[in-house]
Nanobody
């Protein structure tokens, strides 16, 4: 299973970006999916999470500004980010919990990261 993240870039404060993360490879089902970020000198932190049933939860810093969604037909998870702030600058990583084969274990997979830079 491979996760390919895209959509990062440079944006001014107050702007918007939409991140995408497409999963490919042998997959029976994908369970929870999420976006994390890591700023320089800081630990990786959860930004948003979506369950297989569509339930979502957000970090306090993302609540009200970011929206996570998923398209299971495309094996893709999205993160719509609005009202971006300089403190949102980080490398954003997607994660998916995937069962590769029926009856097999659920394993955690990470994308390669996409840089988001918000200028003031």
């Amino acid at each position: 299973v491979q996760l390919q993240a895209s959509g990062g870039g440079l944006v001014q404060a107050g702007g918007s970006l939409r991140l995408s993360c497409a999963a490919s490879g042998s997959m029976f089902s994908s369970n929870n999916m999420g976006w994390y970020r890591q700023a320089p000198g800081k630990q990786r932190e959860l930004v948003a999470h979506i369950s297989s049933g569509g339930s979502t939860n957000y970090a306090d810093s993302a609540e009200g500004r970011f929206a996570i969604s998923r398209d299971d037909a495309k094996n893709t998870v999205y993160l719509q980010m609005t009202s971006l702030k300089p403190e949102d600058t980080a490398v954003y990583y997607c994660k998916a919990d995937v069962r590769a084969i029926r009856g097999g274990p659920v394993r955690e997979y990470w994308g390669q990261g996409t840089q988001v830079t918000v200028s003031s």
